[in-house]
């Protein structure tokens, strides 16, 4: 994704800020008088990055059942496709959105004014770290990007076991990543790197893997994931380790690697303030947050946010396989991410 401040010069947007007066949080109704309301409002437009047959759609098909009455309209996309649209739609004064998540929507969304704090009551099991306090967002998944390799191009004694394997000549012009520009994209990738290796050291690793001739391929890391199984590369860089274990269930020649620091990040959920659905959308957050709706997720192959619901595969979480992981704050990651997407912009464009 585009650096949050790149978003709102490209869009025009610092004149038409929503006004931050009244962005309290939303109090808490009851699921009845959600439903109620929801009702007369009759949909809910989703905007959302996840994998539409894995996720979405098991989702939704759900959600519908247990809320006759109530549709889901799925507008579905790569991040930074979904963030320029509601960005435009607020710009037009004609937000479509009612509710959006993502690794990295939080900072152009609140730059924006457009986000609607909310918190729901199902928050309440979320660690600290996986929502955030005065209801901005909840993380209704997390996720652990690491590499991943073709396990017919790759030689269990060949695979790599640290940063530094991933410098062998033999990689050269193998490995793939994401251009999505989010922390589950490069720009993690190299923050993650000058946390553990710190700034000077850092900096002089990701200049050879400059060298590397890391293919970018302009869509998200599902696809990076594809086109390794396909055998067009060797390794995928930055991959969802969920990703791998699905494919791996269904025969394909993938398997994720427990290199260290792999990269923690969260899909947070979001609120839209003037959204056209907000009863409904605060529904649907409060149903992703449930144990049931956490439990679809399970069903599906992610990595639910409530620690109540476990995932399908546990060697998934660190806590079970081991591998280290990179996860800033939030705060953190918004301070960050504009450094660590010029110095991409430096080394590997």
Same mark, same amino acid.
């Given at each position: 994704m585009l650096a949050a401040s790149s978003l709102m010069r490209r869009l025009g947007l610092a004149a038409v800020l929503l006004p931050l007066a009244g962005s309290l949080p939303v109090s808490a109704q009851s699921e009845k008088e959600l439903y109620e309301a929801a009702k007369k409002e009759g949909s809910i437009n989703w905007y959302t990055g996840f994998v539409q047959n894995q996720l979405v759609r098991p989702v939704v098909a759900n959600f519908e059942a247990k809320y006759p009455g109530l549709r889901i309209n799925v507008t579905g996309g790569r991040d930074i496709d979904i963030m320029i649209k509601i960005l435009a739609e607020a710009k037009a004064g004609s937000l479509q959105a009612d509710l959006v998540e993502g690794p990295s929507v939080v900072k152009p969304l609140r730059e924006a004014g457009l986000i609607q704090p909310y918190v729901p009551e199902a928050a309440a099991k979320l660690a600290?770290?996986?929502?955030?306090?005065?209801?901005?967002?909840?993380?209704?998944?997390?996720? =652990?990007? *690491?590499?991943?390799?073709?396990?017919?191009?790759? &030689?269990?004694?060949?695979?790599?076991?640290?940063?530094?394997?991933?410098?062998?000549? &033999?990689? &050269?012009?193998?490995? %793939?990543?994401?251009?999505?520009?989010?922390?589950?994209?490069?720009?993690?990738?190299?923050?993650?790197v000058l946390n553990a290796y710190g700034e000077e050291k850092g900096m002089a690793y990701l200049e050879k893997l400059g060298a590397q001739k890391v293919a970018t391929i302009p869509s998200n890391p599902r696809v990076v994931l594809d086109q390794v199984i396909a055998g067009q590369y060797a390794i995928g860089l930055v991959t969802y380790n969920h990703h791998s274990a699905i494919s791996i269930a269904k025969g394909a020649p993938v398997k994720w690697?427990?290199?260290?620091?792999?990269?923690?990040?969260? %899909?947070?959920? *979001?609120?839209?303030?003037?959204?056209?659905?907000?009863?409904?959308?605060?529904?649907?957050?409060? =149903?992703?947050?449930?144990?049931?709706?956490?439990?679809?997720?399970?069903? %599906?192959?992610?990595?639910?946010?409530?620690? %109540?619901v476990d995932a399908k595969d546990p060697s998934l979480k660190p806590e079970v396989t081991g591998f280290k992981v990179f996860s800033p704050p939030p705060a953190d990651e918004d301070r960050d991410i504009d450094k660590w997407i010029a110095i991409y912009k430096k080394l590997f464009q």
């Open positions: 600290p770290n996986h929502k955030d306090a005065k209801g901005d967002w909840n993380a209704v998944l997390v996720h =652990y990007l *690491v590499p991943a390799v073709n396990t017919e191009l790759v &030689k269990p004694a060949d695979e790599p076991k640290s940063l530094d394997d991933l410098l062998d000549p &033999k990689w &050269k012009g193998k490995i %793939a990543w994401t251009g999505e520009m989010t922390i589950a994209g490069p720009p993690g990738f190299i923050g993650s690697l427990p290199v260290n620091p792999a990269i923690g990040a969260m %899909a947070r959920e *979001v609120l839209l303030k003037g959204g056209p659905h907000p009863n409904g959308a605060k529904l649907l957050i409060n =149903y992703l947050l449930s144990p049931e709706g956490q439990k679809v997720i399970q069903e %599906a192959g992610y990595i639910p946010s409530n620690p %109540a």
